[in-house]
């Protein structure tokens, strides 16, 4: 079993930057994809940021628009979502998520692991 926590979410001003991390316990995820996804009320499961287990290859939502950068340190099984210049509408929690996922991994489903989330509020 892998347990996900995050951490780094918060109350931030329009414009503002914020950095989310992800760290892992129970076993290394050196092998395992890594995602972002964020979920507003009402709203379902967003795809925000993935990453490759080499760390070599990413991919962003189509709302992200070059805003936020997904990384990662396998040594330290932590996994980073830089957010810079936050708009209202990004507020949402933000879940990390890990699997060992080849393709489809902007859908949630094949997912394994998943964090609590961390609240992420945008004011203007």
């Known amino acids: 079993q892998v347990q996900l926590v995050e951490s780094g979410g918060g109350l931030v001003q329009a414009g503002g930057s914020l950095r989310l991390s992800c760290t892992a316990s129970?076993?290394?995820?050196?092998?395992?994809?890594m995602g972002w996804f964020r979920q507003a009320p009402g709203k379902e499961r967003e795809f925000v940021a993935a990453?490759?287990?080499?760390?070599?290859?990413?991919d962003y939502g189509d709302s992200i628009k070059g805003r936020f950068t997904i990384s990662r340190d396998n040594a330290k099984n932590t996994v980073y979502l830089q957010m810079n210049s936050l708009k209202p509408e990004d507020t949402a929690v933000y879940y990390c998520?890990?699997?060992?996922?080849?393709?489809?991994?902007?859908?949630?489903?094949?997912?394994?692991?998943w964090g609590q989330g961390t609240q992420v509020t945008v004011s203007s």
């Open positions: 998520a890990a699997g060992k996922v080849v393709s489809a991994y902007r859908s949630p489903i094949p997912y394994e692991y």
């Open positions: 129970g076993r290394t995820f050196s092998r395992y994809a």
């Open positions: 990453i490759h287990w080499s760390g070599g290859s990413t």
